[in-house]
């Protein structure tokens, strides 16, 4: 069972904007700022896209955000497009022993 | 930029020792921490530990028991240890930097993944 919770699923179509959730707990997200959100393409490495809650790598398309209120934080993509389907997690620091934790990840379909 | 390039035996039988290495080119900086997560086949990403350029780790305490990590700094490469592996240690294993890049405790980068399967 992770640490951070994650819908299995969402879904949408080209265009639309969609949002993630990851809910944590007082010893993670609670406490930090430091989510960061990775996506996951078939057989390849994740690859990070938001860290410290907001702040987008460079070079990561506009299209994605994140936020963040009380214990829960947020990924939205807008204007769906067919390359975003792959899978998403959120991480954060953890003030328990495992340091680091993830959320169980998240398959976005683009219908 | 840093990148990670990750190697090591993909079949190893129960009961044995995992090994595998990372190591690190376009620079030296490898941000904060090289941390280990790991990923089951069909399943999430698991934290395995990470450690510092200075040879200081942290492990995930369900596999601390199990886990080494060392540093050889004279060659840039980094080390995973996993003692007495079992089926359920069968997963694609993956080195990140922590900060290289976003100064900030993110993996930042990855190397390319390695799948290890345990069986006899």
């Known amino acids: 069972q992770s640490a951070l919770t994650q819908p299995a699923s969402v879904s949408g179509s080209p265009g639309q904007s969609i949002t993630i959730s990851c809910t944590g707990a007082?010893?993670?997200?609670?406490?930090?700022?430091?989510v960061s959100w990775y996506q996951q393409h078939p057989g390849k490495a994740p690859k990070l896209l938001i860290y410290?809650?907001?702040k987008r790598l460079s070079g990561v398309s506009n299209r994605f955000s994140g936020s963040k209120s009380g214990y829960t934080a947020s990924l939205t993509i807008s204007g769906l497009q067919a390359e975003d389907e792959a899978d998403y997690y959120c991480?954060?620091?953890?003030?328990?022993?495992?340091?680091?934790?993830f959320g169980g990840g998240t398959k976005l379909t683009v219908l | 930029q840093v990148q990670l390039q990750q190697w090591g035996a993909g079949l190893v039988k129960p009961s044995e020792t995992l090994s595998l290495t990372c190591a690190v080119s376009?620079?030296?900086?490898?941000?904060?921490?090289l941390t280990w997560i790991r990923q089951p086949p069909g399943r999430g990403l698991e934290w395995i530990g990470e450690?510092?350029?200075?040879?200081?780790?942290n492990y995930n305490p369900s596999l601390k028991s199990r886990v080494t990590m060392s540093v050889d700094k004279s060659k840039n490469q980094y080390s995973l240890n996993l003692t007495s592996v079992t089926a359920a240690d069968t997963a694609l294993y993956f080195c990140?930097?922590?900060?290289?890049?976003?100064?900030?405790?993110?993996?930042?980068?990855w190397g390319q993944g390695t799948l290890v399967a345990v069986s006899s």
């Open positions: 991480s954060s620091y953890s003030t328990s022993t495992t340091l680091r934790v």
């Open positions: 007082s010893s993670d997200l609670g406490v930090y700022d430091y």
């Open positions: 450690i510092g350029q200075s040879g200081n780790a």
């Open positions: 376009g620079g030296s900086f490898i941000g904060y921490y």
């Open positions: 410290d809650v907001t």
């Open positions: 990140a930097s922590v900060g290289a890049i976003t100064l900030t405790p993110a993996f930042d980068i």
